[in-house]
């Protein structure tokens, strides 16, 4: 069975409350509940949200070291500034996705460049929830 970790960034805890317009009304316990209604029979998952960029990247090297199979990462503001988030998923050598729930190239210019996104095999964006499901079916079937 593989072990996929789903990692969520800053403010993504605020998910069904902080601006449902762009994000939904879903939480990120709904999310969670999803996923494992979905692929829990498929494969380990483990969840892990942090609004502090130094316990994603503590949480990566654990995963690493766990020997995780697959990483999808939402590492919402931290995508756009965070070189040490990159850098933290190049040293990994994790298949990982980056996940954006809204489609970041319809927002803010500054939303439209990811530090990270060159650290992962595949970027989705613009989904919403199913970006999650997507991401997992795809580490599944690699």
Known sequence: ???IAILNGPNLDRLGKREPEIYGRATLADLEAALRAEFG???QLEFFQSNHEGALIDK???LTD????GLVINGGAFTHTSVALRDALLGAHLPTIEVHISNIYKRE???HKSLTAPACIAVITGLGLEGYHAAI???LKS
Not at 66 to 69: G, S, T, V
């Open 41 to 43: 029979a498929a494969a």
């Open 1 to 3: 069975m593989k072990k």
């Open 109 to 111: 210019e500054f939303r």
């Open 137 to 139: 079916r795809f580490l």
């Open 60 to 62: 990566i090297a654990a």
């Open 66 to 69: 766990a020997k995780f199979n």
